[in-house]
Every structure is written in C-alpha cells, then in structure tokens.
C-alpha cells in the first residue's frame, strides 16, 4: 500500500512502514469492533435497559445490570476484611458471567484478559453512602 499525498505538491510515494501498516490494520479492526458493539447494544437494549461495553484490546463482552444476588456475591469479594484481601478478578468473574449478554468468551477463560476486565467488571457495582445512629 502506498502513501499518496497530492495537495499541490510533489506527491509522497513513499511506501508504508511495517509499523504504519500493523497500525493502520489495528484501527480498522478496533474501528469494526466498535460498530459491532452499537449494532449489538442496540439489538440487546428492550431487553436489557441498562448495558456496559466491557473492552479489553480487541475483545469486548455486553453486561446487563447486576441483580441483588450478584451484588451480594459481589460485595463479600470486594469488601476490605482485616487480613484478607480484595478479590476484585473473581468478584469481575463472577459478574461477567452473571450478567453476561455476549462477546467474546476469552474474555471469561484467557487469564491475560480475565486479570483486566475482571477489576473492571468489579467497578460496576457502587455502594451509596449510608450512615446509622442510634436515638
């Protein structure tokens, strides 16, 4: 593939780096990705309402809203606990699959993908602020 410029100058024939080219096929494919996912969202969205794009390099998944049950799974693997530690990869994990519309499924079996979109996938359960006082 050639490089041509000709805006009322020389024209630039120069050929494409190996670099410029990998880019060139890596924004294609992220642009194709990403009118699949609206294409899909707006497929998904009378049953599911409220839908996140959980992205990760060229692999996405559609999440519907957590339910109560999950929030509750949820919350026991997020919540700080005197000497022991947050599990946000399994809490993203056991969301993914709960909530699970589609994509694609490395996303739940590729560990590399799974330590990324699992914290992520964490994130979406949010706790309001609540406080208690005895009268």
Sequence with gaps: MSNKVNKGKKADTRELTADEKELIAYTSKIEAMNKKIEERVIFHKQKHPDIWTLIVEDKFC??????????EEV???VTPMPNIAPKFVTAGLRIMQACWIEGDKEMLSDDDYLCA?????ASMIKVKAASIKKN
Excluded: E, I, Q, V
């Excluded at 559609?62 to 929030?71: A, E, I, Q």
């Excluded at 979109?117 to 996938?121: L, V």
């Design 62 to 71: 559609l999440l519907s809203k957590p339910n109560r049950d999950t929030y």
């Design 117 to 121: 979109a699992g914290p992520k996938a």
């Design 75 to 77: 919350l026991g693997l």
